[in-house]
């Protein structure tokens, strides 16, 4: 177990490196580079261009820039925002609990509705409301996220008033129930990214263990319908999705990023946009890293709970 | 005729599965006496496992359709029809009334559960222990069937047991409320001969303790002579024999019957004799398109164009106890 481990954090962190790399090395040769702000800045001489250069050390090689970009990063120092001034890690902190909200409660809700679609489907198989799932889930993932944002806000801000906008809470509120009639339209627009892919891998993984021989036995024994459904064959169908959750955190984040700039929620999707506007790149980079570490440690978290709730898992 | 005159615990009649419009099994009809064992033998695909699944109720209902009668004699003496109940009737019996065991050991048992769990459950659902008076019933059990050190093995998984532990174990869980009736489907085809010999014993022990009555299904005739007091013969969905052990055995009134005990491997025939295994040549018809007349004419050397071919064959009484399915019996036997 614990060479499992090791294992997989160095595979993670081999994993980053390579990430960092990738997005340094493109951050500093697009057209523009890091240099460009200070170019738009009426009056700027070329000699004054070069000392800024120097002085942010521009002018050494790239390898040489992204090793001291590197070792900064280690020690904790990532770097102080363009815009102002403020360290790159607390510029992030400050975005990071709204994003998580917004991740943690369309998750909860997609994963919700996916797992009662999936197992339906499966156990009423080819039904009507099988079909309507199946139709249901490839619309859904054919709608753009930000199409289905702003038709939200139109039907339900605009036309019905109903809720808010955007925003994630009012100013001067602070009441749960403010909160959360924020929360339900990002919510609802997040989780369809994820509640169709969810619900077809729920059903084809529950479709597979309803068949067991197990599930027959356990039939065999008396047990009651929805005891042999919940212990017998949900509790096996759900270890597989523990993986899908994990791969699908890459398209969680980048449905957060279009969320967020869909209903203005102030988390790092909204944050990301903006710094790429202002060519922040300090924050940009450190939020490359940071949710490139944040997509790694919930993969590295989905194998160790997969080793953990599977008991025919045993690793030495 | 009543069971209570007949002393039958259990009555099927008529029992017909389709899947679609094809036939898995035929009028099936046999009795099982209270205590008795009656094997089911037949090659592979001959209905056999879906009789036993029929009986259980088993079968998914939206994929076959189910006909006939199956009546079981409850300890007040009152008859029910196993085909005609509610499903949460069923569900009563099941597992408390009747219980199972499948062929595959290493399937049949969850693997996320412990081995102790899965006993434990049939003991909450039907007998209402607690949990905890469940979990120590089921040590209990497991020593019973047999598995050395049972309070570790209770909390093992089953990945963690051998194929025969694991058949012990499934034998655990079908006994573990001294069902009435105990249905084998095939316990001991997956496992090495020595295992299966073990699988027998155990049960052969564990019904002269309990006095269940056990319907044995098997595709080897030889295991048959070893435990069963009566005997059906399936052939391609039918009863095709149906006879006490020792007449089948002596005077099998059926070609098929006898082709089954011709490809039964036995070392003293072959040391004595040197007579080499005869396999009935030819499979089992596909249920689609089972021949006309006898469905095994074409399989047998004593079939004729008459009347093997021109109908299919009725099963009839041979003598008092033991009933045949073919036109040409008397002669064969003359
Ligand atoms: N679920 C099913 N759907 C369609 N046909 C089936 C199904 N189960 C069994 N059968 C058919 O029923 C026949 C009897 O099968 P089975 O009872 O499993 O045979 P046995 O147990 O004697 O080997 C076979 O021809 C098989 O193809
Ligand atoms: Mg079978």
Redesign the pocket.
């Given at each position: 177990m614990t060479r499992f481990v090791l294992h997989r954090i160095g595979q993670s962190l081999l994993l980053l490196l390579l990430v960092s790399m990738i997005g340094f090395a493109l951050l500093h040769l697009a057209p523009g580079g890091p240099l460009a702000q200070f170019a738009l800045t009426p009056g700027m001489s070329q000699e004054a261009m070069q000392r800024i250069a120097h002085q942010m050390g521009l002018d050494q090689p790239l390898p040489a820039q992204y090793w001291q970009w590197l070792r900064r990063l280690l020690v904790g120092d990532w770097g102080r925002s363009y815009r102002d001034s403020q360290p790159v890690l607390w510029v992030i902190g400050s975005h990071l609990g709204a994003t998580l909200e917004l991740m943690a409660s369309s998750t909860l809700l997609a994963m919700i509705l996916g797992t009662g679609v999936g197992v339906l489907g499966a156990i009423r198989r080819y039904s009507l409301a099988d079909y309507a799932a199946m139709v249901g889930a490839m619309v859904a993932l054919s709608i753009p996220t930000f199409w289905f944002g702003l038709v939200m806000i139109y039907v339900f801000s605009v036309r019905l008033a109903w809720l808010p906008a955007g925003n994630i809470a009012t100013a001067g509120d602070g009441s749960l129930l403010d909160y959360a009639r924020h929360l339900i339209q990002p919510c609802v627009v997040l989780a369809l990214v994820t509640v169709a892919t969810w619900s077809r891998y729920m059903r084809a993984s529950m479709l597979e263990v309803i068949n067991q021989d197990y599930v027959r036995t356990a039939r065999a024994k008396g047990l009651r319908q929805l005891q042999v459904l919940v212990h017998h064959s949900l509790r096996n169908a759900l270890l597989p999705m523990i993986t899908v959750a994990g791969v699908q955190l890459p398209i969680l984040l980048s449905g957060a990023l279009v969320t967020e700039t869909v209903f203005t929620w102030p988390g790092m999707g909204r944050l990301f946009l903006d710094s790429l506007g202002y060519r922040d790149y300090p924050v940009v980079m450190g939020l490359l890293i940071f949710s490139a570490i944040l997509v790694l440690a919930g993969n590295l978290i989905a194998d160790l709970l997969y080793v953990v709730a599977d008991p025919r898992i045993r690793l030495t | 005729m009543p069971l209570s005159e007949t002393g039958d615990l259990l009555r099927v009649e008529g029992l017909t599965v389709r899947?679609g419009a094809?036939p898995?099994?035929e009028d099936v009809s046999f009795a099982l006496r209270p205590g008795e064992t009656l094997a089911i033998v037949?090659e592979?695909?001959?209905?056999?496992?879906?009789?036993a699944l029929a009986l259980m109720r088993l079968l998914d209902p939206r994929?076959?359709s189910v006909s006939g009668r199956a009546l079981l004699r409850g300890p007040d003496g009152r008859e029910t029809d196993l085909l005609a109940l509610p499903e949460r009737a069923m569900a009563d019996l099941r597992g408390r009334a009747l219980g199972m065991i499948f062929q595959e050991p290493m399937t049949s048992l969850n693997p996320v559960h412990t081995v102790g769990r899965q006993i434990s459950e049939s003991l909450i659902r039907h007998e209402r222990l607690s949990p905890r008076a469940a979990a120590a019933r089921a040590v209990d059990l497991l020593a019973e069937v047999g598995i050395p050190e049972p309070a570790r093995r209770a909390s093992a998984f089953p990945h963690q047991l051998s194929g025969g532990m694991r058949q012990r174990a499934t034998i655990a869980i079908a006994l573990a409320c001294r069902p009435r009736i105990l249905i084998a489907?095939e316990p001991t085809t997956a496992l090495d001969v020595t295992i299966q010999a073990q699988i027998l014993d155990l049960l052969h022990r564990l019904q002269q303790e309990t006095g269940m009555a056990v319907v044995f299904?098997t595709?080897n005739l030889g295991v048959v002579a070893e435990i069963a007091d009566r005997v059906v013969v399936?052939y391609a969905?039918q009863v095709v024999e149906d006879a006490p052990v020792a007449a089948l055995l002596e005077h099998p009134a059926m070609p098929y019957t006898a082709g089954l005990m011709r490809s039964v491997p036995r070392l003293d025939a072959a040391l004595h004799t040197g007579r080499r295994l005869l396999a009935i040549p030819g499979n089992v018809p596909?249920?689609r398109q089972r021949p006309a007349g006898c469905t095994f004419h074409p399989r047998c050397g004593h079939a004729r164009p008459d009347p093997c071919l021109r109908a299919r064959p009725a099963l009839e009484w041979a003598a008092p106890d033991h009933r045949v399915r073919c036109a040409r019996w008397q002669e064969i036997a003359a």
């Amino acid at each position: 177990m614990t060479r499992f481990v090791l294992h997989r954090i160095g595979q993670s962190l081999l994993l980053l490196l390579l990430v960092s790399m990738i997005g340094f090395a493109l951050l500093h040769l697009a057209p523009g580079g890091p240099l460009a702000q200070f170019a738009l800045t009426p009056g700027m001489s070329q000699e004054a261009m070069q000392r800024i250069a120097h002085q942010m050390g521009l002018d050494q090689p790239l390898p040489a820039q992204y090793w001291q970009w590197l070792r900064r990063l280690l020690v904790g120092d990532w770097g102080r925002s363009y815009r102002d001034s403020q360290p790159v890690l607390w510029v992030i902190g400050s975005h990071l609990g709204a994003t998580l909200e917004l991740m943690a409660s369309s998750t909860l809700l997609a994963m919700i509705l996916g797992t009662g679609v999936g197992v339906l489907g499966a156990i009423r198989r080819y039904s009507l409301a099988d079909y309507a799932a199946m139709v249901g889930a490839m619309v859904a993932l054919s709608i753009p996220t930000f199409w289905f944002g702003l038709v939200m806000i139109y039907v339900f801000s605009v036309r019905l008033a109903w809720l808010p906008a955007g925003n994630i809470a009012t100013a001067g509120d602070g009441s749960l129930l403010d909160y959360a009639r924020h929360l339900i339209q990002p919510c609802v627009v997040l989780a369809l990214v994820t509640v169709a892919t969810w619900s077809r891998y729920m059903r084809a993984s529950m479709l597979e263990v309803i068949n067991q021989d197990y599930v027959r036995t356990a039939r065999a024994k008396g047990l009651r319908q929805l005891q042999v459904l919940v212990h017998h064959s949900l509790r096996n169908a759900l270890l597989p999705m523990i993986t899908v959750a994990g791969v699908q955190l890459p398209i969680l984040l980048s449905g957060a990023l279009v969320t967020e700039t869909v209903f203005t929620w102030p988390g790092m999707g909204r944050l990301f946009l903006d710094s790429l506007g202002y060519r922040d790149y300090p924050v940009v980079m450190g939020l490359l890293i940071f949710s490139a570490i944040l997509v790694l440690a919930g993969n590295l978290i989905a194998d160790l709970l997969y080793v953990v709730a599977d008991p025919r898992i045993r690793l030495t | 005729m009543p069971l209570s005159e007949t002393g039958d615990l259990l009555r099927v009649e008529g029992l017909t599965v389709r899947f679609g419009a094809v036939p898995a099994i035929e009028d099936v009809s046999f009795a099982l006496r209270p205590g008795e064992t009656l094997a089911i033998v037949g090659e592979s695909s001959s209905g056999k496992s879906v009789t036993a699944l029929a009986l259980m109720r088993l079968l998914d209902p939206r994929a076959c359709s189910v006909s006939g009668r199956a009546l079981l004699r409850g300890p007040d003496g009152r008859e029910t029809d196993l085909l005609a109940l509610p499903e949460r009737a069923m569900a009563d019996l099941r597992g408390r009334a009747l219980g199972m065991i499948f062929q595959e050991p290493m399937t049949s048992l969850n693997p996320v559960h412990t081995v102790g769990r899965q006993i434990s459950e049939s003991l909450i659902r039907h007998e209402r222990l607690s949990p905890r008076a469940a979990a120590a019933r089921a040590v209990d059990l497991l020593a019973e069937v047999g598995i050395p050190e049972p309070a570790r093995r209770a909390s093992a998984f089953p990945h963690q047991l051998s194929g025969g532990m694991r058949q012990r174990a499934t034998i655990a869980i079908a006994l573990a409320c001294r069902p009435r009736i105990l249905i084998a489907d095939e316990p001991t085809t997956a496992l090495d001969v020595t295992i299966q010999a073990q699988i027998l014993d155990l049960l052969h022990r564990l019904q002269q303790e309990t006095g269940m009555a056990v319907v044995f299904i098997t595709h080897n005739l030889g295991v048959v002579a070893e435990i069963a007091d009566r005997v059906v013969v399936m052939y391609a969905g039918q009863v095709v024999e149906d006879a006490p052990v020792a007449a089948l055995l002596e005077h099998p009134a059926m070609p098929y019957t006898a082709g089954l005990m011709r490809s039964v491997p036995r070392l003293d025939a072959a040391l004595h004799t040197g007579r080499r295994l005869l396999a009935i040549p030819g499979n089992v018809p596909d249920p689609r398109q089972r021949p006309a007349g006898c469905t095994f004419h074409p399989r047998c050397g004593h079939a004729r164009p008459d009347p093997c071919l021109r109908a299919r064959p009725a099963l009839e009484w041979a003598a008092p106890d033991h009933r045949v399915r073919c036109a040409r019996w008397q002669e064969i036997a003359a």
